[in-house]
């Protein structure tokens, strides 16, 4: 853990453990954006936006109450990306 950036969620600067230390939950939905928006309509915190990855899928990330570090991502790659898998 000592190469991770400072602020990175999961990593101890002070010496204590935190809740949810090095646990990821990732939630695959249907319709990511939409659930982002009602997220964000119930005034939760988000610690990163909306966001299209290098593979294709789309996600934004919260933390829980208990500082869990939640991943709500797209269901499925897009049909380029499963062809490059599969096929390469």
Excluded: C
């Excluded at 090095?22 to 939630?27: C, H, S």
């Excluded at 109450?65 to 490059?84: A, M, N, V």
């Amino acid at each position: 853990m000592n190469n991770l950036a400072d602020d990175y969620p999961l990593k101890v600067s002070d010496g204590a453990q935190k809740d949810g230390l090095g646990v990821e939950t990732v939630l695959k939905v249907d319709e990511v954006k939409d659930v982002y928006h009602q997220v964000i309509a119930k005034g939760y915190l988000i610690y990163s936006v909306l966001t299209k990855r290098p593979w294709g899928m789309i996600d934004f990330i919260i933390f829980d109450p208990d500082g869990y570090y939640i991943r709500i991502t797209s269901k499925d790659l897009p049909y380029f990306y499963r062809y490059l898998l599969t096929f390469g």
